[in-house]
C-alpha cells in the first residue's frame, strides 16, 4: 500500500519462453540453417578435390616415369609381364596430354567450390550464380575425365589380349573379354554416377524457388570502408 492505504498493482509477470510477443512490431523470423550446411560442405569437398586432383596429376607421370624405368630394368623377367609394362607406358604415353588436362580443370574447379562454400556459408547473393557454374563444369569435365580413363583401361585389355593371344596356344577363352569389358563398363558407369551426386543436388537445390527467393534478401557483406 502507498501512504493513503491504496493498494500497489501487481507487477506484470514476465511471459513464458516461446509465448508471442505483446508489444507490436515486426517479428523476426528463425534464420534459415542450410547456407551453413551448404557452405560447410562446399568447403570439405572443394579441399578434397584439390588434394585428390593434385595427387592424381602427379600421379600420372609417377606412373609413366616408373612404368619407363621398369621396362628399362626388366631383363630377366618372362616375356608376358615385359608385355604388360611396355603397354601400360604406351597407353600412359599415349594419354598423358588429355588426362592432365582433365585432371588440372577438374582441380580448378575444386577451388571455385572452396570459394563458393565460403561465399555461401557468409550468405552472400552470388552463392546460387557460382555453384550452379561449378555444378554444370563438373558434370561436363567428370564426364570427360571418366571416358578417359575407361578409353585407357579398354586400350590396355585390348593390347593384353592381343599379347596373350600371340604367346600362348589356346590363346583367350571365348567371351572371357567380354566379361572383363562388361565389368570394367560397370565400374565407369558406378563411379560416373557416384561423382554427380553433388553436382546434381546443387542444381536440384538451387533451383527450388524458396532457396531463390531467401537468396535474393541476402546481402552483400560490407567492407571496411563501409563500416
Known amino acids: 500500500m502507498d501512504d493513503q492505504g491504496t493498494p500497489h498493482a501487481p507487477p506484470n509477470p514476465a511471459p513464458p519462453p516461446g509465448a508471442p510477443p505483446t508489444v507490436p512490431g515486426p517479428i523476426r523470423r528463425a534464420r534459415s540453417q542450410w547456407p551453413n550446411v551448404v557452405g560447410v560442405l562446399a568447403i570439405i569437398f ?110 590396355i585389355m585390348s593390347a593384353l589380349a592381343k599379347s596373350l593371344q600371340a604367346q600362348q596356344s589356346g590363346g583367350i577363352p571365348p567371351g572371357m573379354m567380354g566379361v572383363m569389358g562388361a565389368f570394367g563398363s560397370i565400374g565407369v558407369i558406378i563411379k560416373l554416377l557416384f561423382c554427380a551426386v553433388w553436382p546434381v543436388f546443387l542444381i536440384i537445390w538451387f533451383n527450388r524457388a524458396a532457396v531463390v527467393k531467401e537468396i535474393a534478401t541476402w546481402r552483400p557483406a560490407r567492407t571496411l570502408t563501409e563500416m
Open 46 to 155: 572443394g579441399s578434397l578435390g584439390m588434394l585428390m586432383h593434385g595427387c592424381g596429376t602427379a600421379g600420372l607421370y609417377l606412373n609413366l616415369f616408373t612404368s619407363q624405368a621398369m621396362e628399362q630394368l626388366a631383363t630377366d623377367i618372362p616375356p608376358e609381364q615385359s608385355d604388360i609394362l611396355t603397354v601400360q607406358h604406351d597407353v600412359a604415353l599415349k594419354y598423358i596430354a588429355p588426362a592432365t588436362i582433365a585432371n588440372v580443370l577438374r582441380f580448378a574447379n575444386a577451388v571455385f567450390l572452396l570459394i563458393a562454400g565460403i561465399a555461401c556459408n557468409r550468405r552472400q547473393p552470388g552463392t546460387r550464380r557460382l555453384l550452379l557454374i561449378y555444378a554444370i563444369a563438373e558434370m561436363v569435365v567428370m564426364t570427360v575425365a571418366i571416358g578417359i580413363e575407361w578409353a585407357m583401361q579398354q586400350e
